[in-house]
């Protein structure tokens, strides 16, 4: 299986800044890397896919990048609504796998 | 409009069984993959299976394997989710949800999700 590694655990930023997300795979999985935003109470929401791919409808201050083993989600500047948990998931090999999360708080 | 709404969660006693359901709308369930992924409480997320557009192709996650069955019924447009021989650690939210790209078998990307049924294992 592989493991997918996200850090830091809770990150603690202000509106207004930057957020920098990892995802460290436990081998290669190429591009086949997704991210998802999940709030409170809510589903999780796709917001990259194969790793740099924004889905329909999310803004432009989200982006993502890498290959092989190590993945980056970006949030340009933090707007309110984004405080949130991430996870990363990849499609590379069965089982799909998730991250452990990464959540975003003020 | 893309929708998927969940029932059929409840408590359950360990070694009962319970069947989830998921009703989609929007879009044909014969032309996209679909998912299971649950979330136990306070915890991350975990994929447990998933069907083929065709129908055919199956897939299980490790720790649901011969006690989950995924299966749909074309004519109602309904995902559902057999699962025996429940656990305490099967206690989760369960989100059904749908590929991203339709006619594919290697899509993999969950869009969109439902909004989950909580199923609670508990003697």
């Known amino acids: 299986e592989i493991v997918l590694t996200q850090s830091p655990a809770t990150l603690s930023l202000s509106p207004g800044e930057r957020a920098t997300l990892s995802c460290r795979a436990s081998?290669?999985?190429?591009?086949?890397l997704a991210w998802y935003q999940q709030k409170p109470g809510q589903a999780p929401r796709l917001l990259i896919y194969?790793?740099?791919n924004r889905a329909t409808g999310i803004p432009a201050r989200f982006s993502g990048s890498g290959s092989g083993t190590d993945f980056t989600l970006t949030i340009s500047s933090l707007e309110p609504e984004d405080f949130a948990f991430y996870y990363c998931?990849?499609?590379?090999?069965?089982?799909?796998?998730f991250g452990g999360g990464t959540k975003v708080e003020i | 409009h893309v929708q998927l709404v969940e029932s059929g969660g409840g408590v359950v006693q360990p070694g009962t069984s319970l069947r989830l359901s998921c009703a989609a709308s929007?879009?044909?369930?014969?032309?996209?993959?679909m998912h299971w992924v649950r979330q136990a409480p306070g915890k991350g997320l975990e994929w447990v299976a998933v069907?083929?557009?065709?129908?055919?192709?199956?897939n299980y996650g490790d720790s649901v394997k011969g006690r989950f069955t995924i299966s749909r019924d074309d004519s109602k447009n309904m995902l559902y989710l057999q699962m025996n021989s429940l656990r305490g650690d099967d206690t989760a939210v369960y989100y059904c949800?749908?590929?991203?790209?339709?006619?594919?078998?290697?899509?993999?990307?969950?869009?969109?999700w439902g909004q989950g049924t909580l199923v609670t294992v508990s003697p």
């Open positions: 949800a749908k590929d991203k790209t339709s006619y594919s078998h290697t899509d993999d990307w969950f869009d969109p």
């Open positions: 069907i083929g557009y065709d129908g055919i192709n199956k």
């Open positions: 998931q990849q499609r590379s090999k069965w089982p799909l796998t």
């Open positions: 081998q290669s999985i190429s591009s086949n």
């Open positions: 929007g879009f044909s369930l014969n032309t996209y993959g």
């Open positions: 194969d790793a740099s």
